[in-house]
């Protein structure tokens, strides 16, 4: 296995976060995942950088301003500090989809930017989401897409994913079970086929 920046990547709503329909507009409506603080800490604590890749279209329609998605952000990083772990940088789209922008998931502009950011290939870097878009920009920047069924599809039967998931997209309970896999094994690169 060739050097490589110890990275992991992040969705935010869904994965760390309690995903509503209804956007997170301040960080009263900001609710940690169970165990979604302590498992980036571990990561931390593992040696890898974790960086956040998350679609915020709320901003382009006027749901809440920048103020308040730092407000959010910032009331994030200091619950997340109290557990020991940290977020190197967040990465965001503010646009709709009808800006038709290169940042907004499924395209991959946000991890194209964070590999800028590093210097650095996202080549066999794992992405973790829990949507479909999440998956498909995963794919598309070349990281190893991980769903966790804790968001939008917490339905999803993990053995059977749906055709149009990329073919190699592992799947976790959360996020704690994707680091508990990823702590476990941190070698392995290849998913089990389908």
Same mark, same amino acid.
């Given at each position: 296995?060739?050097?490589? $920046? ?7 709503? &869904? ?5 509503? *329909? ?19 800490? %571990?990561?931390?604590? /593992? &040696?890898?950088?974790? @960086? ?8 382009? %329609? ?5 103020? =308040? $998605? ?10 997340? &500090? !109290? ?5 190197? !940088? ?9 800006? /038709? ?8 502009? $946000? ?9 650095h290939s996202l080549s066999g870097v794992p992405y973790v989401g829990d949507s ?7 794919? =598309? /920047?070349?990281? @190893?897409?991980?769903? @966790? $069924? ?8 993990? /053995? ?7 073919s190699h997209t592992w799947v976790h309970a959360d996020l704690v079970a994707f @680091?508990?896999?990823?702590?476990? *094994? ?9």
């Amino acid at each position: 296995m060739h050097a490589h $920046l110890k990275l992991v990547i992040l969705d935010r709503d &869904g994965t760390i976060n309690r995903a509503s *329909d209804e956007f997170v507009k301040s960080p009263e409506e900001w609710h940690p995942l169970p165990g979604a603080l302590e498992a980036i800490s %571990r990561l931390n604590h /593992a &040696g890898f950088h974790v @960086v956040l890749a998350t679609n915020q279209s709320g901003l382009g %329609r006027g749901l809440f301003d920048m103020a =308040a $998605l730092n407000a959010v952000h910032a009331h994030m990083l200091k619950t997340l &500090g !109290a557990f020991g772990g940290r977020i190197d !940088a967040i990465f965001y789209c503010p646009h709709t989809a009808e800006e /038709a922008c290169s940042c907004r998931k499924p395209a991959p502009g $946000l991890l194209h930017q964070i590999a800028e950011r590093y210097g650095h290939s996202l080549s066999g870097v794992p992405y973790v989401g829990d949507s479909l878009r999440d998956m498909l920009a995963a794919q =598309a /920047a070349g990281c @190893v897409p991980h769903l @966790v $069924l804790s968001g939008r599809h917490a339905m999803i039967d993990s /053995a059977r994913l749906p055709p149009e998931f990329p073919s190699h997209t592992w799947v976790h309970a959360d996020l704690v079970a994707f @680091v508990d896999h990823l702590l476990a *094994d941190p070698i392995t690169v290849e998913p089990h086929s389908r």
